[in-house]
Protein backbone atom coordinates (compact mmCIF):
# COMPACT_ATOMS: atom_id res chain seq x y z
CA UNK A 1 0.00 0.00 0.00
CA UNK A 2 2.62 2.59 1.22
CA UNK A 3 4.94 1.49 -2.32
CA UNK A 4 1.64 2.21 -4.59
CA UNK A 5 0.80 5.51 -3.02
CA UNK A 6 4.67 6.72 -3.15
CA UNK A 7 4.63 5.63 -7.21
CA UNK A 8 1.34 7.85 -7.25
CA UNK A 9 3.24 11.09 -5.64
CA UNK A 10 3.17 10.54 -1.85
CA UNK A 11 6.12 12.15 -0.14
CA UNK A 12 7.93 10.48 2.27
CA UNK A 13 10.56 12.89 2.94
CA UNK A 14 10.65 14.76 6.25
CA UNK A 15 8.07 11.94 7.25
CA UNK A 16 8.37 10.35 10.03
CA UNK A 17 8.48 6.64 8.85
CA UNK A 18 6.66 5.17 12.24
CA UNK A 19 3.72 7.44 10.81
CA UNK A 20 3.69 6.01 7.56
CA UNK A 21 3.63 2.75 8.44
CA UNK A 22 0.79 2.91 11.36
CA UNK A 23 -1.15 4.38 8.75
CA UNK A 24 -0.79 1.61 6.66
CA UNK A 25 -1.20 -0.83 9.25
CA UNK A 26 -5.00 1.36 10.30
CA UNK A 27 -6.05 1.53 7.04
CA UNK A 28 -5.65 -2.46 6.51
CA UNK A 29 -7.03 -3.10 10.28
CA UNK A 30 -10.15 -1.06 9.04
CA UNK A 31 -10.81 -3.81 5.91
CA UNK A 32 -10.22 -6.29 7.98
CA UNK A 33 -12.41 -8.51 10.50
CA UNK A 34 -10.10 -7.56 13.51
CA UNK A 35 -10.53 -4.07 13.85
CA UNK A 36 -7.81 -2.18 15.99
CA UNK A 37 -8.55 1.36 17.07
CA UNK A 38 -6.71 4.03 16.30
CA UNK A 39 -5.69 4.38 19.88
CA UNK A 40 -4.39 0.63 19.92
CA UNK A 41 -2.26 1.11 16.88
CA UNK A 42 -1.00 4.85 17.82
CA UNK A 43 0.28 3.29 21.10
CA UNK A 44 1.86 0.24 19.47
CA UNK A 45 3.54 2.40 17.28
CA UNK A 46 4.31 5.00 19.40
CA UNK A 47 2.96 7.77 17.31
CA UNK A 48 0.26 10.47 18.24
CA UNK A 49 -3.15 9.58 16.93
CA UNK A 50 -3.33 12.72 15.23
CA UNK A 51 0.08 11.50 13.31
CA UNK A 52 -1.84 8.36 12.60
CA UNK A 53 -5.14 10.43 11.63
CA UNK A 54 -3.25 12.93 9.40
CA UNK A 55 -0.72 10.35 7.83
CA UNK A 56 -3.66 8.06 6.53
CA UNK A 57 -5.66 10.71 5.26
CA UNK A 58 -3.09 11.92 3.49
CA UNK A 59 -2.41 7.60 2.00
CA UNK A 60 -6.01 7.64 1.21
CA UNK A 61 -6.28 11.14 -0.95
CA UNK A 62 -3.49 9.21 -3.20
CA UNK A 63 -4.74 5.49 -3.31
CA UNK A 64 -8.32 6.60 -3.56
CA UNK A 65 -8.59 9.68 -5.63
Do not use: C, F, H, W
Amino acid sequence: MLRKASEKGLKRVGKDPKGLAAAVLYIAAKNSPSRKTQTDIALTAKVTEVTLRSRAKQIKLILYN
